[in-house]
């Protein structure tokens, strides 16, 4: 489940506003405003509809034993990724 930080750190991400996201998702501001704040109950609906509308302009939610956090990517996860040689050695594999 995504957290209120998390959605507050995708949308500086994006440089959206509350106004932004909460037009984006189809959610009422006021519902929007409360799933930010964590303090009042909001509907699994209104969770998932930010989160897609998140996801669908290149957020990723990350979550590790180390914490959680957010990532903006640029490509959807269907487009083919190119990896840019930066003449270094080879990273090293862990494990």
């Known amino acids: 489940m995504i957290t209120p930080r998390q959605i507050r750190a995708a949308r500086a991400l994006l440089g959206w506003t509350q106004e932004t996201l909460a037009d984006t998702a189809l959610v009422a501001l006021t519902a929007l405003k409360r799933l930010e704040s964590d303090r009042l109950e909001v509907r699994d609906a209104t969770r998932d509809a930010v989160r897609k509308a998140l996801e669908d302009h290149g957020v990723i939610f990350l979550s590790s034993a180390r914490g959680l956090g957010v990532m ?16 270094g050695p080879p990273p090293q594999r862990r494990g």
């Open 72 to 87: 903006l990517v640029d490509q959807p996860d269907d487009a083919p990724v190119a990896l840019q040689d930066t003449g």
